[in-house]
């Protein structure tokens, strides 16, 4: 008996059927891996300096048809993990990538995610990322460093003399002050 499609489950057309993997048209480019690697990366060093915690990057590539990153991270409180979703789709705009969905206007949310195709970043309340446990259902991908090298250099990723702000600023860091600047004279 000759099969015009294969259904065997190595085959990428019947993988896709089966997962139903078509994300509204748009297809992922593989030469864009290096740019989704540094932009998964930079994703989780802005969640950090955003005050999430246990933030964790799975490398999915060859075991997701859907996308290539997974960021996981925890959050203190709704309005904390929305300001954090809303600074990350700042970031990925800078770097030409805008989310194809995400749920940062749900109110009541516990998980926001934010779809970026080749990123898919996840906040999490701590409840109920152990519920979920993507960490645990995604057990075979890698875990890619992401911690700033300084950070790593303090012992801890989440001590408190390697965090930095937005700004690249630790805690006690002296900002200079400067004048303001006069008013044009009429």
Not at 72 to 82: D, E, I, K, N, P
């Amino acid at each position: 008996m000759s099969h015009s499609r294969s259904k065997h489950p190595h085959d990428k057309s019947s993988r896709d059927e089966a997962l139903h993997v078509h994300r509204n048209g748009i297809v992922r480019d593989p030469s864009r891996e290096s740019a989704a690697r540094a932009l998964a990366i930079e994703l989780a060093r802005l969640l950090k300096d955003d005050k999430c915690t246990d933030i964790v990057v799975l490398d999915l590539r060859g075991i997701s048809q859907a996308t290539d990153y997974f960021i996981v991270a925890s959050g203190t409180s709704q309005r904390q993990m929305r300001s954090a979703g809303v600074h990350a789709e700042e970031l990925a705009r800078e770097h030409q990538s805008k989310p194809i969905s995400h749920n940062l206007n749900e109110k009541d949310a516990n998980w926001f995610v934010l779809d970026f195709v080749d990123v898919v970043v996840h906040i999490f309340e701590p409840e109920t990322r152990t519920f979920y446990d993507l960490e645990m259902l995604w057990g075979d991908a890698d875990h890619i460093e992401w911690q700033r090298p300084d950070a790593s250099k303090a012992g801890s990723s989440d001590s408190e003399s390697g965090s930095r702000n937005r700004a690249g600023l630790r805690p006690g860091d002296v900002i200079p002050k400067t004048r303001p600047p006069h008013p044009p004279q009429a």
